[in-house]
Nanobody, 118 residues
Framework: QVQLVESGGGLVQPGGSLRLSCAAS????????MGWYRQAPGKQRELVAG???????NYADSVKGRFTISRDNAKNTVYLQMNTLKPEDTAVYYC????????????WGQGTQVTVSS
């Protein structure tokens, strides 16, 4: 069965750091584009960062220079390193896996809460 298991969320002070992890299983991780999305109260879900099968990355303007997405295909894991956190980063963060081809696949994790507050 397909699973995306997230960890690393929690409460942190402004200026602090967190590292989110997403452990994938049940599908061929290496051919999927991986991403992190977030949804804050009253706002739409937005793409925070994405990473292709070849390691190319893209980021929302709001997190460029602060967040880094990476993947370890040998461990079937994608990470989001979040530095210099701001209160506006507070949201539920979701791990996502996408494949587009003859068949389409779109998998989501359960979400993990990140709260940035004093």
């Amino acid at each position: 069965q397909v699973q995306l298991v997230e960890s690393g969320g929690g409460l942190v002070q402004p200026g602090g750091s967190l590292r989110l992890s997403c452990a994938a299983s049940g599908f061929r991780f290496g051919i999927f584009v991986m991403g992190w999305y977030r949804q804050a109260p009253g706002k739409q879900r937005e793409l925070v960062a994405g990473i292709t099968t070849g390691g190319s990355t893209n980021y929302a303007d709001s997190v460029k220079g602060r967040f880094t997405i990476s993947r370890d295909n040998a461990k079937n894991t994608v990470y989001l390193q979040m530095n210099t956190l701001k209160p506006e980063d507070t949201a539920v963060y979701y791990c996502n896996a996408k494949y587009r081809g003859a068949r389409m696949y779109d998998y989501w994790g359960q979400g993990t809460q990140v709260t940035v507050s004093s």
